[in-house]
């Protein structure tokens, strides 16, 4: 029966007494009949309903679908929600995938702490075909999850219909006396999910009568293998140094882990997966290229950067680099890392000649900046030192820079300037450049 299978998933995803629940209210059989039951269960769960309905203005009938929604909330009385959303008819991911990412972005502003969507086992099967033909790899072809956990400040997601079938879900329904509406757009087999229903399912479903749950359990062992691999890229990761990852480590393992551990370090920094194509390309570079020489790979919207025996993602574009009154702490925030700040014996800077400095600030190399790193030496000009540090020419400009009193005395990656240097018996400053971790 549906309602035991929906507490059933409730009760897996650990929904109780006092949590938000919000139903994703589309007007159509699967979500008006999740509300109903949800509603049921509501006393013996112990958590808060409520409804919210998405209104992209696609269709003439929009203003009729969002007045069904609220009236049945209404007859329920479920508090309701009808959030407004303009979606651009000419985006470049299609106008099904537009209006997709425009609702859920409304429905994860909805205070609460799960949305609860009526997707069902059809669609899981769908949703697997569809990938697989756009060539996805294991995680995409993993499909949809019975419950994903809030995290990162967004609601968590329940689909407890997962494990039901689309035609169980009506005949139920139709029991009860439910009325709903139809989204005439969804007998468009111009969409491809669309096709996917009416042309090759069916037809599918003709040679192979239990296409619908078997590939729904296929789906399942795809995401059994997903979290294996996210398991394995962990341990991958903190086997190479953690976030600050080590380059020579990372090399000891194979390109296979190499990606997964990049794919894995970009999906939970909110990245797009890097084209397969690019991603084979940074993994060429990255063997090819010497330790000793820095490397950057635009992958999308995110870069995969090596310099020395350090290696990191970062993202593309963006002003990271603030300065930064420096008044005596351990460290300081800088770009995509920070700069440390160790008291040593005999080495980095002179402590009197920061004690008696008015100023002391953390930031970026300024325009014909010059160093001298050698007593009696002349000074040099800033991009001759780089070169001689092997620092590539897009880190350059991330270099920190501890100037005193408007005079450079340490550069990250460089080192002291030596009207700056501590002599031997006195009491130093040594600033460490740490910049090497996973960014956003």
Request: a positive charge; one cysteine or more; glycine letters at 10%.
């Amino acid at each position: 029966m549906l309602p035991e299978a929906v507490s059933r998933a409730l009760t897996a995803a650990g929904v109780g007494p006092g949590a938000r629940l919000c139903c994703a209210l589309s007007g159509g059989v699967d979500s008006l009949l999740l509300l109903e039951v949800l509603h049921e269960l509501a006393p013996q769960h112990g958590y808060a309903l409520q409804a919210a309905h998405v209104h992209h203005g696609l269709s003439p009938h929009a203003d009729a679908w969002a007045q069904a929604c609220a009236s049945r909330c209404a007859q329920l009385r479920v508090s309701f929600s009808l959030i407004r959303v303009e979606v651009p008819r000419d985006d470049r991911a299609g106008l099904e995938a537009a209006a997709r990412r425009e609702r859920l972005a409304a429905l994860d502003a909805i205070p609460c702490d799960w949305l609860a969507f009526g997707h069902h086992q059809d669609d899981q099967a769908e949703t697997l075909l569809f990938r697989l033909l756009r060539g996805s790899g294991v995680r995409g072809a993993a499909a949809m999850a019975s419950f994903e956990p809030p995290s990162g400040g967004r609601p968590g997601r329940l689909r407890p219909l997962l494990d039901c079938r689309r035609a169980g879900i009506e005949a139920w329904a139709r029991a009860r006396g439910l009325e709903w509406v139809e989204d005439e757009s969804n007998a468009d087999v111009r969409f491809s999910r669309n096709y996917l229903r009416h042309r090759v399912l069916p037809l599918v479903g003709e040679r192979f009568p239990a296409a619908v749950p078997t590939l729904a359990r296929a789906a399942r062992h795809f995401r059994e293998a997903s979290e294996l691999l996210d398991e394995l890229a962990a341990l991958d990761q903190a086997a190479c140094g953690g976030e600050s990852l080590r380059r020579r480590a990372v090399l000891a393992l194979s390109d296979a882990r190499i990606a997964n551990l990049l794919r894995w370090q970009a999906r939970r920094h909110g990245w797009r997966a890097p084209a397969q194509a690019r991603l084979d390309e940074a993994l060429r570079q990255l063997r090819v290229v010497a330790l000793a020489h820095p490397l950057r790979v635009v992958l999308g919207d995110m870069a995969l950067c090596a310099y020395r025996d350090l290696l990191w993602l970062e993202s593309v574009g963006g002003d990271y680099y603030e300065p930064r009154d420096w008044c005596g702490g351990a460290t300081l925030p800088w770009g995509v890392g920070q700069v440390g700040f160790t008291s040593v014996r005999g080495q980095g800077i002179a402590r009197s000649l920061l004690d008696e400095a008015h100023s002391l600030r953390l930031a970026g190399r300024r325009p014909g900046m010059r160093l001298r790193l050698e007593a009696g030496r002349p000074r040099r000009e800033f991009k001759n030192l780089c070169q001689e540090a092997g620092i590539p020419a897009w880190l350059r400009d991330r270099l920190p820079v501890l100037w005193v009193d408007e005079a450079p005395a340490w550069v990250g990656g460089i080192g002291v300037a030596a009207e700056f240097a501590c002599a031997p018996g006195h009491d130093g400053l040594m600033p460490e450049w740490r910049p090497a971790r996973v960014v956003v």
